[in-house]
């Protein structure tokens, strides 16, 4: 079992960074790959990137593809977003999830998800 917890999020200006955390519990979080996933209101649940249990392969959606960063540190049981150069299209509940068979930018995929961290940039 793992459980997951987001931090980070908050109200930034159009052009501004953010860093998301995503805490994991669990001694074997290391074995898992993680994603981040957002849902904006009205909107499906979008792929935002994601990265391998060892961080030596990650995937990003084109919406984000050179503004945003996944990281990993498992000696902290924490994968990281960085996120620059917001736009406010890029708001939305951010949501992190782990599946120890890999990563997919399918919501489907994962087994484990945490509460979400809002984050809302301003135009």
């Known amino acids: 079992q793992v459980q997951l917890v987001e931090s980070g999020g908050g109200l930034v200006q159009a052009g501004g960074s953010l860093r998301l955390s995503c805490a994991a519990s669990?001694?074997?979080?290391?074995?898992?790959?993680t994603g981040w996933f957002r849902q904006a209101p009205g909107k499906e649940r979008e792929f935002v990137a994601a990265?391998?249990?060892?961080?030596?392969?990650?995937y990003y959606a084109d919406s984000v593809k050179g503004r945003f960063t996944i990281s990993r540190d498992n000696a902290k049981n924490t994968v990281y977003l960085q996120m620059n150069s917001l736009k406010p299209e890029d708001t939305a509940v951010y949501y992190c999830?782990?599946?120890?068979?890999?990563?997919?930018?399918?919501?489907?995929?994962?087994?484990?998800w945490g509460q979400g961290t809002q984050v809302t940039v301003s135009s």
């Open positions: 669990g001694r074997t979080f290391s074995s898992y790959a």
């Open positions: 990265i391998s249990w060892s961080g030596g392969s990650t």
């Open positions: 999830a782990a599946n120890p068979q890999g990563y997919s930018d399918s919501y489907l995929w994962y087994d484990y």
